[in-house]
């Protein structure tokens, strides 16, 4: 598809692709050939590395996931061109990200949900690890390369004492909760990791309704795990709604679990405040020029049972468009923190000193985390 886009029936332009198996470049080199496409160079290779001798790049797509972005890439990419990868941000959390040059930085002009297979190479590469945490292998924890765990003391930890914890904000219930997901990636200790559980877990009691895909926290001996309920109302347009909960397993699984409520409880009022503020705003002057390029599509909206309002749950990466340092791994807490005060200075304004004061608390928390 890129040699068409580039070749006769665009502007004349070439493709190169690189690929660390040697099968998979003899195929593809084969099926080029038999197509007829000559504007495309094979390399066998390091992907991290680019391929210098036809740089520079109008466009780099990674269809690999990386923890941080390789400095050959940004090296290898026109001025004014665009870089496409999947980022692994904390814990297993990733995200494909567009990234542009803007004032001497990086920015990111998008932010879509997916994941794919790691680089092997060394360079940027992005590896796992499988802790299982039953002795059936029933239940595992996947985490990434940098996270400390303690494999021993989370081997039995789902066989101890549970506590569970409702956190109020709902949500509808075909709702992707893909922004909560990288909200509690950057603000909770260890991120947010999977936790692959096969049927017979679920079955046996073992987890309670587990929320599929990036789910568990973990610190030392605690773990949480994200569960669901369907709530008692509907949204105003009679969807259904349902509500995350929070499940703390082993010793400290309480507190862990209260931290992580807390962090959702905390997201969702930002969010609503996000939302709030931009109502005010778009009446009088549009937003901002980084904002609106870091805007995801339109995403569902969902129910607060604590204010009755709707939100949209994708407000959340207006605030926080991502920016890429020479090998970035989170999204910069500074910029964060200094939006989360803005968000408080707004809310204190409009005179609901009750959630200015849980977002001014929540960025001095990330400050100091930061610190």
């Not at 569970?164 to 509690?184: C, D």
């Not at 409520?261 to 937003?287: L, N, Q």
Request: with cysteine; net charge negative.
């Amino acid at each position: 598809m890129l040699a068409h886009l580039t070749g006769p029936t665009g502007p004349t332009g070439h493709v190169t692709t690189i690929d660390v198996d040697d099968d998979i470049v003899d195929g593809a080199r084969t099926a080029l050939a038999a197509v007829g496409i000559d504007n495309v160079t094979v390399i066998l290779g390091d992907g991290a590395l680019g391929h210098a001798d036809n740089a520079p790049y109008d466009r780099i797509i990674a269809t690999v996931s990386a923890h941080a972005v390789p400095h050959a890439w940004l090296d290898q990419l026109a001025p004014g061109g665009r870089l496409l990868t999947p980022l692994r941000l904390r814990g297993t959390v990733a995200r494909s990200i567009a990234f542009e040059p803007h004032d001497g930085a990086w920015r990111s002009v998008s932010s879509e949900m997916n994941t794919f297979m790691p680089l092997r190479q060394g360079i940027a590469d992005d590896p796992r690890r499988l802790v299982p945490l039953t002795r059936d292998g029933t239940v595992t924890l996947v985490t990434s390369g940098g996270q400390e765990i303690d494999a021993e003391a989370l081997s039995d930890v789902l066989h101890q004492p549970t506590t569970q914890v409702w956190t109020g904000p709902t949500f509808r219930g075909q709702e992707s909760a893909e922004w909560l997901g990288l909200w509690l990636a950057c603000t909770m200790p260890s991120g947010l990791n999977r936790m692959p559980a096969k049927p017979q877990a679920i079955e046996s009691g073992l987890l309670s309704a587990p929320y599929p895909s990036s789910t568990a926290c973990f610190d030392q001996t605690a773990l949480t795990s994200l569960t669901r309920r369907k709530a008692s109302h509907t949204a105003s347009d009679g969807a259904g709604l349902y509500e995350f909960g929070v499940i703390g397993h082993g010793p400290g699984g309480d507190t862990l679990a209260e931290q992580v409520a807390d962090a959702v409880r905390t997201w969702t009022a930002i969010t609503a405040a996000a939302r709030s503020s931009s109502r005010s705003s778009h009446s009088t002057t549009p937003r901002p020029p980084d904002v609106r390029a870091a805007s995801p599509s339109p995403t569902p909206s969902t129910g607060s049972s604590s204010s009755g309002a709707e939100m949209d749950v994708g407000l959340i990466a207006h605030r926080f468009p991502l920016v890429a340092r020479p090998r970035p791994a989170c999204p910069p807490l500074v910029e964060w923190i200094a939006q989360l005060r803005d968000m408080a200075h707004t809310a204190h304004t409009d005179g609901d000193r009750t959630l200015a004061a849980a977002v001014q608390n929540k960025a001095a928390l990330i400050a100091a985390t930061a610190a």
